[in-house]
């Protein structure tokens, strides 16, 4: 955000200044190639400024408050290999300002009038930084809907503050925390890693994941490890919110993701693993059939049997003022004029 917000407040400053005041070996037919050397140290696409680091460029760039500003010019040339840092700069950042003007047009003021002074999200969702994982795959319009807080591994301990904020301050009544198949930062902490960074290993060491037996399947453990995070974070939350359970205010659920439909029910199904500490697949079922109104499903009759096989779901006042509170929103919020514009 921060690197973003800077190239727009600084471009129309050094664009002129960089052309003209450039060193020679800095031209413009080699500013591209300079600045792709420097991308990764600066850690944006934008080469030290005159080939020189700012000031206080060799302190960490994280962990603290006292660390002194940095500055880099603006990448400015773009000719480069296919395969240069800044062409996949521009390429994005094309794509970032063509989809937001697309948005802008698909959502108007009545899209927004609901919401610009206030959020009333109804969920606060934790899931991994992840590329591959978006709220496209379970929430059309997230737009004061999802308190969306993401790392790696979606950890609660490491973003405390943020899943707190949204179930304390923005009292939402659902709290998901969705691992997801093929999650990298699972994988790596299935292994060593002790070569990783400090601010890596530390956002790592949180997790505890089982240990793979022998030399069984690589796969399945993977995925077994994937599904005992999301419990063990669900255990974490309940125990941190468990006042806000009791009282039916709060609904802590555990899903996965499965992006490589590695659990057969579809690539990018959400897998249901655990409802308020419940994980019986007996009791998940029946949570999910009667969140959908579909108790009949069950070959148990009606819905009051329904809800005896569900994990505790609160009583049905609290139904009701869920079910209220969310049509209230949608009405509120009118027409969205299409949602899907932000998506790709
Ligand atoms: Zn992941």
């Known amino acids: ?31 591209a190639e300079h600045a792709a050397e420097h991308a990764d140290d600066a850690g944006a696409a934008a080469s030290a400024e005159h080939g020189k680091p700012a000031e206080g460029a060799n302190k960490p760039a994280h962990g603290g408050g006292d660390v002194p500003a940095r500055k880099f010019s603006v990448p400015f040339a773009w000719e480069a290999s296919q395969d240069d840092a800044l062409r996949t700069t521009k390429s994005f950042m094309q794509g970032f300002f063509t989809d937001n003007a697309a948005y802008v ?35 059309a319009r997230p737009e004061n809907d999802v308190f969306l807080v993401r790392n790696i591994g979606n950890q609660v301990v490491n973003a405390e503050g943020s899943v707190e904020y ?104 959400i897998v249901l693993v655990n409802v308020n500490g419940n994980t019986d697949p007996v009791k998940l079922t029946a949570f999910e059939k009667v969140v959908m109104n579909k108790p009949d499903l069950l070959g148990r009759g009606d819905a009051a049997d329904a809800k005896d096989g569900a994990p505790s779901l609160g009583d049905d006042k609290h139904d009701d003022k869920r079910d209220d509170k969310h049509d209230d929103r949608r009405e509120g919020a009118g027409a969205t004029g299409g949602s899907a514009a932000g998506h790709h």
Request: hydrophobic share 40%.
């Open 105 to 139: 047009k698909a959502h108007n003021e009545t899209f927004f009038k609901p919401f610009v002074q206030t959020q009333k999200p109804r969920a606060t969702v934790i899931t991994c930084a992840d590329s591959r994982v978006h709220t496209a795959a379970f929430d």
């Open 166 to 269: 949204g179930v304390h301050h923005l009292k939402t009544r659902v709290l998901v925390i969705m691992g997801h198949t093929g999650c990298g930062a699972i994988k790596a902490r299935m292994g060593d890693i002790s070569k990783e960074s400090d601010a890596i290993r530390h956002e790592l060491e949180s997790l505890s994941v089982p240990k793979p037996k022998d030399k069984g399947d690589e796969r399945q453990a993977w995925q077994e490890a994937v599904v005992a995070n999301v419990n063990e974070q669900v255990a974490f939350s309940l125990l941190k919110f468990s006042s806000e359970v009791e009282t039916g205010d709060l609904t802590v659920v555990g899903a996965v993701y499965d992006l490589k439909n590695d659990m057969k029910q579809g690539h990018g199904h």
């Open 1 to 31: 955000m921060s690197h973003i917000h800077f190239a727009f407040v600084a471009l129309a400053a050094l664009i002129p200044e960089c052309n003209q005041a450039a060193p020679a070996e800095h031209a413009d037919e080699h500013a």
